[in-house]
Nanobody, 121 residues
Framework: QAQFVESGGGVAEVGGSLTFSCAAS????????LAWYRQAPGKHRELAAT???????DYADSLWRRFTISADNAENLVSLQMNSLVTEDTTSYHC???????????????WGQGTRVTVSS
């Protein structure tokens, strides 16, 4: 059973936008930090964006002008909006939680299965 499920990935053109979300299959009461990572084949995993439980966000230096992370405790736990897409954004994106409390109790190090983004020129 996937602990998080990402949705909204797909194909977009250079210069376009995509938004995808990460959903939890239980009610989330609070979290410490949520993040989006991305990893292209043969490359190291890159931390793209984070948001903590107080709403403070942080981004990779190369992405902050184009990406926006948002979160709530509703159905879509954390989302990532990507603007001005470039071909280098083509990769898989994974959501992650450092820790959270939910109807399942206290949870740590939770990952989604990933959503694929392809940016075509």
């Amino acid at each position: 059973q996937a602990q998080f499920v990402e949705s909204g990935g797909g194909v977009a053109e250079v210069g376009g936008s995509l938004t995808f979300s990460c959903a939890a299959s239980r009610k989330i009461f609070s979290f410490s930090r949520l993040a989006w990572y991305r990893q292209a084949p043969g490359k190291h995993r890159e931390l793209a964006a984070t948001i903590d439980g107080t709403g403070i966000t942080d981004y990779a230096d190369s992405l902050w002008r184009r990406f926006t992370i948002s979160a709530d405790n509703a159905e879509n736990l954390v989302s990532l909006q990507m603007n001005s897409l470039v071909t280098e954004d083509t990769t898989s994106y994974h959501c992650h939680a450092d820790s959270l409390t939910s109807t399942w109790g206290y949870e740590r190090d939770i990952w989604g299965q990933g959503t694929r983004v392809t940016v075509s020129s």
